[in-house]
């Protein structure tokens, strides 16, 4: 087999890897919501009081356990699918800084709300989906690299209808400040690590000076060649 035929398979070989590493902490978290959900119904257990109550002592702990908590299986469902394919396209494409990004978004995201949120107690995984889309849209963007730039439009066209839950009022019983805070979060943290992880490739484009002493360099080697090696004399016979 030629080199280059190895090097495909190398190639194919690090990419299965890597999408394989890519997928195995958001399936591990997805999975951890499912299995608390399951163990809620499983004893018929009311555990919405883990989740974060604003400005409340009692409401701290829920800046971790809030994600994992969800008040019915539709609502767990809406979050695991974006979350889950979310997640995996931060793995992937920002490998590098992702279990920055995805453990500061889930922490700076919890703590905003019990800042700022209602009175109220706020639970889901919401705001941690909210802030991996605003990351991933808002950092392609930053970046200027046009396979992140794609990545951000692709993040719009599946998620772009997602802008609404931002605002308070459109959706009942939904905390639209985890949304918002969330999206806030992603923000601060595209720009904080926009020198970190993939970088758009820098073009070098050949300077005309350069190319002109090139030449003339190459003109002048020419020139004390024929001077260290003349013709052969032209005889008339």
């Known amino acids: 087999m030629t080199d280059h035929g190895s090097d495909i398979l190398s190639e194919g070989a690090f990419y299965r890897k890597k999408f394989f590493l890519s997928i195995l902490i958001p399936s591990i978290f997805v999975a951890l919501m499912w299995l608390v959900k399951a163990v809620e119904l499983l004893f018929d257990l009311d555990i919405s009081r883990l989740g974060i109550y604003p400005l409340q002592v009692r ?7 809030s994600p994992f908590i969800h008040s019915d299986l539709k609502h767990l469902f809406n979050n695991s699918l974006p979350l889950f394919l979310l997640a995996v396209a ?36 919401s705001g941690l989906v909210y802030g991996l889309a605003s990351f991933l849209f808002f950092s392609g963007i930053i970046r200027k690299y046009y396979r992140l730039i794609a990545l951000s439009l692709l993040i ?31 923000i601060f943290l595209a720009v904080f690590y926009r020198k970190e992880g993939p970088q758009a490739p820098v073009q070098i484009w050949p300077d005309d000076e350069e ?14 060649l024929n001077k260290q090696n003349p013709p ?3 005889y008339n016979l």
Request: aromatic share 18%; charged share 15%.
């Open 59 to 65: 409401g701290l702990p829920g800046i971790v356990t």
């Open 156 to 186: 719009v066209f599946l998620y772009g209808e997602m802008v609404w839950g931002i605002f308070p009022g459109v959706y009942q019983n939904v905390s639209w400040e985890s949304h918002m805070l969330g999206v806030f979060s992603g």
């Open 211 to 224: 190319e002109e002493d090139t030449g003339q360099e190459e003109e002048d080697r020419g020139k004390n």
């Open 90 to 125: 931060l793995f992937f494409f920002y490998s590098e800084v992702a279990l920055k990004v995805f453990s500061l978004t889930y922490l700076i995201t919890g703590l905003f709300v019990w800042l700022g949120g209602r009175n109220a107690w706020h639970i889901g995984a």
């Open 232 to 234: 052969p004399a032209d």
